[in-house]
C-alpha cells in the first residue's frame, strides 16, 4: 500500500513568508500601528488557533466594515510583537 504524500501546503496555510522571520504565524495590523505614526495600540481578539490583530484606536473605532485593504497589512506576529512592544495599550 502506498503511503499517502503529506501536503506541504496545508501546513503552512496559517503562515506567511517574513523576510526576518522566515515563515511564521501571521496577524493583521493597521497601517498606523505599521508606520508607527500611533503611540497607542488596540489587540483585538480574534478565534480560537488565529493569532489577535493590532489596530490603532481611530481604526479599532472605525470597526471592521469601516477599514479597506489600504487601512491593513498582514505582518508576522514576531513582527508584530515588535512593533506593538513600547506602545500604549488601550
Do not use: S
Not at 488565529?50 to 477599514?67: M, R, S, V
Amino acid at each position: 500500500m502506498k503511503k499517502k504524500k503529506k501536503n506541504k501546503r496545508a501546513k503552512k496555510k496559517n503562515l506567511i513568508r517574513c523576510g526576518d522571520h522566515k515563515y511564521a504565524p501571521w496577524c493583521v495590523v493597521c497601517v498606523h500601528v505599521l508606520n508607527g505614526t500611533t503611540q497607542e495600540c488596540v489587540r483585538v481578539p480574534m478565534g480560537e488557533g488565529e493569532q489577535d490583530d493590532w489596530l490603532c484606536p481611530e481604526c479599532f473605532k472605525k470597526g471592521p466594515d469601516g477599514l479597506g485593504l489600504g487601512d491593513i497589512r498582514c505582518v508576522c506576529i514576531h513582527c508584530a510583537q515588535r512593533l506593538v512592544k513600547d506602545m500604549k495599550r488601550v
